[in-house]
């Protein structure tokens, strides 16, 4: 029988992921954080009170494990992603095959509510590796367990994020702002209002076995967004559109490093807008109304400008 206060959070030691835990704890569920490496979870263990938070660890290739993991779990949350592959066919394994394999697991335990962290763009004919594994595990996840909630967030901002903070960085130390694909439009939107969403989504009847896609108020091109960044960090550079054989060059030998810039199978993702489908589900059925990326993002840029300065506080 499942616990209705328990959740399993698969994922959680990563950007989206703690701030879900974050909000599970503050709603009092008990929350297993399924990780390799223990020490990972320790500084989301203040989250809670003692014990709230606790680490289960798991290998991710071990269905027994999975099926551990969600025993007697009331919600069950899958938010792991990566944007490259650390290894060849990490797609394929942790975003292709991994969804169904929850699936399959939190349905033989009887769990009753199981929330996925997808992405805008999933697409099972696209050249983007990247894509097509968010489709096929959308895919894989919905035949096991048809109920599944699926998320799908247009690029995410926060204090720990991986897209204004490293463009914010360029811009310290460039004499000029790089542009890619620059009339690309996106809808940024805050990483507290999407883990937001996974928990209203998680309590609503009406939302079990739909697809809801997470766009900000903003859309704006990735040439604004670029201005924006140098508005904000006080950095008045041009913006310059890179050659796309030179971006193509760079980003191969990028692949290279352990942790690359930017590879080539983002610059496929980048060929195409990321904004909320026309007559998507969004925020709105789920009762939130996001934050717009200019309430939150100066807060955390400003040791980015000239000089540098404290990080402001930031809504939760």
């Known amino acids: 029988m499942a616990t209705r206060r328990l959740a399993t959070v698969f994922g959680g030691t990563g950007f989206i ?12 569920y008990e929350v297993r954080v399924v990780t390799r490496h223990a020490e990972a979870v320790r500084p989301l263990m203040t ?26 779990a009331g919600l069950v949350v899958n938010a792991i992603g990566i944007l490259a592959e650390p290894r060849s066919g990490d797609f394929q394994r942790l975003q292709g095959e991994l969804p169904g394999r929850i699936g399959r697991a939190a349905a033989a335990a009887g769990v009753p509510k199981l929330v996925h962290l997808s992405a805008i763009g999933a697409d099972p004919a696209s050249a983007s590796g990247y894509a097509r594994s968010k489709a096929a595990g959308e895919a894989g996840l919905q035949a096991a367990f048809p109920r599944a909630i699926i998320l799908r967030p247009s690029v995410v901002f926060g204090p720990e994020d991986h897209f204004f903070n490293r463009f914010a960085g360029m811009a310290q130390l460039l004499p000029f702002m790089p542009v890619v694909s620059g009339a690309t439009r996106f809808q940024p939107v805050f990483v507290g209002d999407v883990a937001a969403a996974a928990l209203a989504a998680a309590r609503r009847a009406s939302a079990e076995g739909q697809v809801f896609e997470l ?13 924006y960044v140098l508005e904000v960090t006080g950095r008045p550079k041009r913006l310059v559109e890179l050659p796309p054989g030179l971006v193509r060059l760079q980003a191969r030998l990028g692949e290279f490093l352990p942790n690359p810039p930017l590879t080539r199978d983002q610059l496929i993702l980048l060929q195409k807008d990321n904004v909320v489908s026309p007559g998507a589900k969004g925020f709105a059925e789920l009762g939130i109304a996001p934050q717009a990326m200019e309430a939150v993002v100066p807060s955390y840029l400003t040791r980015f400008r000239p000089g540098g300065g404290r990080r402001a506080a930031y809504p939760a």
């Not at 269905?63 to 007697?72: C, I, K, N, Q």
Request: glycine fraction near 14%; proline fraction near 2%.
């Open 17 to 28: 992921g703690q701030h879900i835990v974050s909000r599970l704890a503050r709603l009092d």
């Open 47 to 72: 989250q809670g009170n003692v014990g709230q938070v606790v680490a289960f660890r798991a290998s991710l290739s071990d269905d027994a494990a999975l099926a551990r993991a969600v025993e007697g």
């Open 215 to 227: 766009g900000g108020p903003r859309v704006a091109s990735f040439r604004e967004l670029m201005g």
